[in-house]
């Protein structure tokens, strides 16, 4: 099955500065990548996915770019503030619907500093 | 328009009881997934299915049961429960159209003792 490797375990940063979280995945099949951020004690909800089509994709502050090749992603924050504070997992699924659900990465606790 | 409802919230359990946890749809969505979340160890799949009456394993079934007797309903099953079984449980749907974004519920808190 799918293997989802994320990394750092935990991210600390100053306030403005940019995060980067790293992904990689085993199967090559796959072809959806998404982003889920979890807020303490609340559900997790996604933030922005990209499809293996696209090499990158932003929505404001967040961009998450795609290397097939290298089976990598990658999740950007530009200009962190406060409420980025939060654990961030990425995710891999595989085509054909992907009724077996999404393999999750173990999570990155992201601290922004004031 | 509740989206993804999960019962109870929280249970306390002894080692051998056992319990179900409700999770209930009200977007029509065709796919059901229940996970659970361990510190350090990410959002893992225990069974799903992929319509009413269709149930299927994920990455860790043993030790859980499910049944989707109704396309709004998705039960989670402990017959005789466990301390490694203690974790946050989250069930989720989708539909079925295309790969997709997971509506979760708000999470499940099971402790057994």
């Known amino acids: 099955g799918e293997n989802v490797e994320q990394h750092p375990s935990t991210l600390s940063v100053q306030e403005g500065d940019s995060a980067v979280i790293k992904c990689t995945y085993s199967d090559s099949a796959s072809n959806y990548f998404p982003w889920y951020k979890q807020e303490l004690g609340k559900r997790p909800q996604l933030i922005i996915d990209?499809?293996?089509?696209?090499g990158e994709k932003k929505d404001q502050r967040i961009a998450v770019t795609l290397n097939k090749t290298a089976k990598h992603f990658s999740l950007h924050i530009t200009e962190t503030q406060p409420e980025d504070s939060a654990v961030y997992f990425c995710a891999a699924s595989v085509g054909g619907g992907g009724a077996d659900g999404l393999t999750f990465g173990k999570g990155t606790h992201l601290i922004i500093q004031p | 328009n509740a989206g993804v409802t999960q019962t109870p919230k929280f249970r306390v359990l002894k080692t051998g009881q056992s319990m179900t946890l409700l999770c209930a749809q009200d977007?029509?969505?065709?796919?059901m997934y229940w996970y659970r979340q361990d510190p350090g160890m990410g959002l893992r799949l225990i069974h799903y299915s992929v319509g009413e009456g269709t149930t299927a394993k994920g990455e860790v079934p043993d030790g859980y049961n499910v049944s989707r007797l109704k396309k709004q309903n998705f039960l989670l099953g402990l017959e005789s429960a466990a301390p490694s079984q203690t974790s946050v449980y989250f069930c989720a749907s989708r539909p079925w159209r295309e790969t997709g974004e997971l509506f979760f519920g708000e999470g499940s808190r099971l402790t057994v003792l």
């Open positions: 977007m029509n969505h065709e796919y």
């Open positions: 990209i499809r293996s089509n696209v």
